[in-house]
C-alpha cells in the first residue's frame, strides 16, 4: 500500500514557477514509477509526466515538454514537478500517481490533487 500526499500547489501568473511535490509512505518507494496528472475544470485527467523506478528515464505530454521537470528523491521518498513559464491553460488540478509499471496505464495509487492556477 502506498500513500501519496502533494503539495505546493497555488496562484500564479502566467510565466511563473511552481514546484509540486509528493511524499509517499511505506518503504519500497522505489520500486514505483511515479507521474503526475492534472485535470482542468470540464475536462478529463490528463498525463502530465512520469519518471521510472530510479530517475533514470522521463516522458512528457507534448504540452509541457521544455517547461516540466519531473525528479525523485528516493531516499525521501518524494517526487518533485518544476513547473516554469506556467501557462492559464496549465491551471488543473494535479494529482502525483504510483505504478509498478513505467508506463502507468492504470496507475495504482493516487494522492488527493493539489490546485494550480495560472492567471493571465
Known amino acids: 500500500q502506498v500513500q501519496l500526499v502533494e503539495s505546493g500547489g497555488g496562484l500564479v501568473q502566467a510565466g511563473d514557477s511552481l514546484r509540486l511535490s509528493c511524499a509517499a509512505s511505506?518503504?519500497?518507494?522505489?520500486?514505483?514509477?511515479m507521474g503526475w496528472f492534472r485535470q482542468a475544470p470540464g475536462k478529463e485527467r490528463e498525463f502530465v509526466a512520469r519518471?521510472?523506478?530510479?530517475?533514470?528515464?522521463?516522458s512528457y505530454a507534448d504540452s509541457v515538454k521544455g517547461r516540466f521537470t519531473i525528479s525523485r528523491d528516493n531516499a525521501k521518498n518524494t517526487v518533485f514537478l518544476q513547473m516554469n513559464s506556467l501557462k492559464p491553460e496549465d491551471t488543473a488540478v494535479y494529482y502525483c500517481?504510483?505504478?509498478?509499471?513505467?508506463?502507468?496505464?492504470?496507475?495504482?495509487?493516487w494522492g488527493q490533487g493539489t490546485q494550480v492556477t495560472v492567471s493571465s
Open positions: 500517481a504510483a505504478d509498478a509499471t513505467y508506463l502507468m496505464v492504470r496507475p495504482q495509487y
Open positions: 511505506g518503504r519500497t518507494f522505489s520500486s514505483y514509477a
Open positions: 519518471i521510472s523506478y530510479g530517475g533514470g528515464s522521463t
